[in-house]
């Protein structure tokens, strides 16, 4: 199957989660079919947090489908203060660990897409995506794999998840309770995201 070369950065930068413009449409992402969040674990639970409000955005001179990929600037941002974790002492904790006061976004910055498979059973891409992550304000290329579908000629879908290290960024991971509940370094990103184009 030859694939569209405009294709390659949606689908590795399905994590932008704003709009895209193309030509005569956009892609914009349904948020009701859509989700991002972080799972970690403490000492004595596991817990989930959900981003609320992102948004990314697309520089391309020209036609995106005449664009070399590796010349788009794509980008995501995604809102500390936007996370719930389902208890209020959680949120606060979690937001001070990032550093919301000062650093209000986590940002993703697409450098290239490594590699890219279709896997013909399953009608999916399968690739390794390059991109600098900033989180309170500590910048760390990471490399992550993700799955992109192609459902139809309007609908497109990506997921997949990344470990992560708190402390590569510089992070104390939470304590509560006087120190007898401590969250652990690793937290693991989860995206789960679909768009669809329409007409301007």
């Known amino acids: 199957?030859?694939?569209?070369?405009?294709?390659?950065?949606?689908?590795?930068?399905?994590?932008?989660?704003?709009?895209?413009q193309l030509s005569a449409q956009i892609l914009e992402v349904d948020r009701?079919?859509?989700?991002?969040?972080?799972?970690?674990?403490?000492?004595?639970?596991?817990?989930?947090?959900?981003?609320?409000?992102?948004?990314?955005?697309?520089?391309?001179?020209?036609r995106i489908e005449e664009t070399d990929p590796t010349e788009l600037e794509i980008g995501v941002d995604i809102y500390v203060e936007s996370f719930d974790c389902g208890r209020s002492r959680m949120n606060r904790d979690l937001r001070e660990a990032l550093k919301a006061d000062t650093h209000r976004a986590?940002?993703?910055?697409?450098?290239?897409?490594?590699?890219m498979r279709y896997n013909e059973d399953s009608d999916t891409f399968s690739l390794l995506v390059e991109g600098i992550l900033t989180?309170?304000?500590?910048?760390?290329n990471i490399v992550f794999e993700m799955t992109g579908e192609l459902t139809n000629e309007n609908i497109i879908k990506a997921y997949g998840q990344t470990p992560l290290e708190m402390s590569d960024f510089n992070i104390e991971p939470p304590v509560a309770m006087l120190g007898l509940v401590r969250v652990r370094d690793r937290l693991t990103v989860h995206f789960n995201l679909l768009a669809k184009y329409r007409d301007l």
């Not at 991002?36 to 697309?58: K, P, Q």
């Not at 986590?106 to 590699?115: A, C, E, G």
């Not at 989180?135 to 760390?140: L, P, Q, S």
Request: net charge negative; glycine share 6%.
């Open 32 to 62: 009701s079919e859509s989700s991002l969040w972080i799972e970690g674990h403490s000492n004595v639970n596991e817990f989930r947090c959900t981003a609320n409000d992102y948004e990314a955005s697309v520089q391309q001179n020209g």
């Open 106 to 115: 986590i940002q993703f910055r697409y450098l290239s897409t490594i590699d």
């Open 1 to 20: 199957m030859r694939v569209p070369k405009f294709i390659i950065p949606l689908l590795s930068l399905f994590i932008i989660t704003g709009f895209t």
């Open 135 to 140: 989180v309170a304000g500590t910048e760390k």
